[in-house]
């Protein structure tokens, strides 16, 4: 009975945390009887998944044991990223990660791999941040005149002096071979915590920063103002393309929508074209144009749309969320007549 005990929680730790490097174990990685130059591609694009994935919650603050969207510790940030990317698990904590990787020389450190630091005094290892090439490296950082999810590079002082050890992640890149990785920002020279201009991890790399976006949405409309409370006054629903991108020098989101939509209390049928902007999916604000076919005129829309939490999955982002818009063409043309609610549930990819 022990030994079957103990065969039982060595299929269960395997289970739970894949071996380092991570050679096997996930959807992507090469089948063992793979080509060396198949297993190349497989760990090239497995690294840019999960450095891409690391790169969509830059700016997101920091949170002591967070594993969310909403705020992220450092090793919360490491396994939530190779999550997202691999769907593996890793272990929780910065030295929990220290123990699982192969450690190796800072100079054999690749995109993808996981850099360590001792920050507190103890002489322990306690940050951990991702390798992006260039010595530089994606972290959640606690401390400092800048926190949550951030790139800084190794030939700042702080990070120097605190250095602790790299691990290697994937398998260790054949002689000559460069990962080509997402776009990520430099520090200035100066330090001074402004950032530069876009630049890849390698040479006229292209933009691998930016996420082209496609998502549906459906709701019922809602007016709390109405005489008679029938507050269900119609139904709406969203078309969107969208650009998640950081070109601007700050990761915001620009998208166009159809909104297609039916008022119950008119009769009548709406087709809104907008525009929206937002620091990230989960507050957006949108306003464009409004064809009516009741009068066969243009009018027009703005308002602002929330979500409190986003779902990720492997086919795309789930989220329920709510709107609140101003219709210019009210019935009495004022405020309250013209305002609309609505609440339902939103569905976006990712184009590339």
């Given at each position: ?268 049928f709406r087709l809104p074209i ?68 609505s609440t339902g549930l939103r ?6």
């Open positions: 009975m022990k030994f079957i005990f103990l065969v039982n929680l060595f299929l269960l730790a395997i289970r739970l945390f894949a071996a380092a490097p991570l050679e096997s174990g996930y959807p992507l990685a090469p089948r063992p009887t793979a080509s060396p130059e198949e297993k190349q591609r497989a760990y090239q694009e497995a690294r840019n998944r999960v450095i891409s994935a690391a790169m969509r919650y830059e700016n997101t603050p920091y949170r002591y044991g967070g594993i969310t969207a909403a705020g992220l510790d450092c090793s919360g940030f490491i396994c939530l990223s190779f999550n997202d990317a691999l769907g593996v698990n890793l272990p929780r904590s910065a030295a929990g990660l220290y123990s699982w990787v192969e450690k190796i020389p800072l100079e054999r450190i690749q995109p993808g791999d996981l850099i360590f630091f001792k920050t507190d005094g103890t002489g322990r290892v306690t940050h951990v941040g991702l390798y992006l090439g260039n010595r530089r490296f994606i972290h959640s950082a606690s401390i400092g005149s800048r926190t949550g999810v951030i790139i800084n590079t190794l030939d700042e002082g702080s990070w120097t002096r605190n250095y602790a050890g790299s691990g290697r992640v994937f398998p260790e890149a054949a002689d000559g071979y460069v990962p080509v990785t997402v776009n990520t920002r430099t520090r200035n020279s100066n330090n001074s915590g402004g950032w530069g201009g876009l630049q890849g991890s390698r040479e006229g790399g292209t933009n691998r920063n930016t996420r082209l976006l496609a998502g549906i949405a459906a709701a019922p409309t809602l007016d709390f103002f109405t005489a008679n409370g029938d507050y269900v006054v119609g139904f709406n629903s969203q078309l969107r393309l969208a650009v998640d991108t950081a070109f601007f020098g700050k990761r915001m989101i620009f998208g166009l929508e159809l909104r297609p939509q039916y008022d119950g209390q008119l009769g009548v907008t525009l929206s902007w937002g620091l990230n999916d989960k507050l957006r604000i949108f306003a464009g144009p409004v064809f009516d076919s009741g009068t066969n005129d243009w009018y027009g829309i703005a308002g602002l749309s929330l979500s409190p939490f986003i779902l990720k999955t492997n086919g795309g982002e789930f989220a329920p969320y709510a709107e609140a818009a101003w219709l210019s063409n009210s019935i009495n043309n004022d405020l309250l007549s013209g305002l609309r609610f569905w976006t990819i990712r184009v590339n």
